[in-house]
Structures are given as structure tokens and as C-alpha cells.
């Protein structure tokens, strides 16, 4: 069985709902998945969307949401999960916003990709600051189990 990670409000590579962008609530998605695999002691999400600035002229990748050690009992996150909502253990690192949390998207030109990865590690990595999307990619390094992500789209209506 593959680690598997899906959400509610939009499909893979469907368009996300505006309640979860920067034109609606710019609240989290609820996402769960299924298929841990055994030895799995936390998991790390990671929202990014590599089409920033321009679609047709991609500069870098966007960095939307950081978390990690989230529990290995943890299935699941709701809608507009917060800090003080997050499983216990959970911490949140740095988007490219410089805050710590979820920023929706928020597209300046076109329909962007925002991709939501999932991993599965074999260790708890313990209080970290908050880091960047960098520092915990190299903080996992051989600690990754299985990877799962879902894609969704969006592009600003106005």
C-alpha cells in the first residue's frame, strides 16, 4: 500500500475552493491520508507551489505552509487547523511570507500549482525553531519512509 493524501474541498490537481486563497478566508484545507507505512514515528507537510512568479516564466517555488512532527497517530488535519489546534507535538516552520502558518495562494498572474507533500518519517525531529522549507528538507534527509502529495490549482478571479 502507498501512502495516499487527499482532501475534501479539492481533487488532485483541481481547483481549490477561494476559502483557502487570499481572495476567501485564506484558511487551510483538511487533508487526511491513509496508508502509513510501519515505523513511522512523524510526518512533515509542506505546501509549495513552483510556478511563482508567472506560470509561463516560473522564477522559484513558493513557499505556503511548514510543518513537522506531526504525530504518527495523526491522520488528518481539519479545515483552518491552527497552532493551537495542530496534534499535540505538531510545530510549524517559516513560508516564504516570513510567518509561521499557512498562507493560502495567492497568484499574482495565471493558475498556479500548489503542491501539498506529505511525508512519512522514521524519527520525531524535535524542536527545530521554526524552520524554513530548506532546513527541514535537510533535516529529513534519510529519514523519509514514504512521500505522498496532492495538487491543487488556483488562479485569482478578479
Avoid at 476559502?19 to 515505523?39: A, F, Q, Y
Avoid at 499535540?88 to 499557512?102: H, L
Avoid at 493558475?111 to 511525508?119: A, E, I, N, P, V
Wanted: overall charge negative.
Amino acid at each position: 500500500m502507498t501512502l495516499k493524501l487527499t482532501s475534501k474541498s479539492f481533487s488532485d490537481y483541481g481547483e481549490m475552493p477561494s476559502r483557502h486563497t487570499c481572495e476567501g478566508k485564506n484558511v487551510s484545507p483538511p487533508l487526511e491520508w491513509i496508508n502509513t507505512p510501519d515505523g513511522t514515528k512523524s510526518y512533515v507537510l509542506i505546501v509549495d507551489d513552483p510556478d511563482a512568479p508567472d506560470p509561463r516564466a516560473p522564477r522559484i517555488t513558493w513557499v505556503h505552509w511548514v510543518l513537522y512532527d506531526l504525530p504518527a497517530g495523526t491522520s488528518r488535519l481539519c479545515e483552518d487547523v491552527a497552532a493551537q489546534r495542530l496534534p499535540d507535538c505538531a510545530r510549524q516552520g517559516m513560508n516564504d511570507w516570513k510567518r509561521v502558518g499557512y498562507g493560502g495562494p495567492c497568484p499574482p498572474v495565471g493558475q498556479h500549482r500548489y503542491f501539498h507533500k506529505l511525508y512519512a518519517l522514521d524519527v520525531m525531529l524535535g524542536d527545530l525553531g521554526h524552520p524554513t522549507k530548506a532546513q527541514l528538507e535537510k533535516a529529513i534527509a534519510g529519514h523519509v519512509l514514504a512521500y505522498a502529495e496532492l495538487v491543487g490549482t488556483y488562479e485569482k478571479q478578479l
